[in-house]
Nanobody
Framework: QVQLVESGGGLVQAGGSLRLSCAAS????????MGWFRQVPGKEREFVAV????????YYADSVKGRFTISRDNAKNTVYLQMNSLKPEDSADYYC????????????????????WGQGTQVTVSS
């Protein structure tokens, strides 16, 4: 069993930055890939970014590429999402999730590939 707890959300003006954190406990954190997803009420949860077990491979949704950076610190059992140049359309609840694999080169944007989920942290970007 893995427990994931997100933090770092809040209210920020457009063009600003936030850094989200996801602290993991339970199973060996460094054994699996970690992803970030987001969801606006009434819409489907969508993929944002994923990082492999070692941090060596990352993938991003086109909508955040160049603005968001995912990273991890396996010594601290934590994955991060640095969000820069935020836009109002980035407003959503952000969730971290743990894959059951250490790395995948495809299907990393599919919710069904992730086994554990956090409760989410809200991000609001004002215009």
């Amino acid at each position: 069993q893995v427990q994931l707890v997100e933090s770092g959300g809040g209210l920020v003006q457009a063009g600003g930055s936030l850094r989200l954190s996801c602290a993991a406990s339970g199973r060996t954190f460094s054994s699996y890939a970690m992803g970030w997803f987001r969801q606006v009420p009434g819409k489907e949860r969508e993929f944002v970014a994923v990082i492999s077990w070692s941090g060596g491979r990352t993938y991003y949704a086109d909508s955040v590429k160049g603005r968001f950076t995912i990273s991890r610190d396996n010594a601290k059992n934590t994955v991060y999402l640095q969000m820069n140049s935020l836009k109002p359309e980035d407003s959503a609840d952000y969730y971290c999730a743990a894959d059951h694999l250490p790395y995948r080169s495809s299907n990393y944007d599919l919710l069904r590939e992730y086994v554990y989920w956090g409760q989410g942290t809200q991000v609001t970007v004002s215009s």
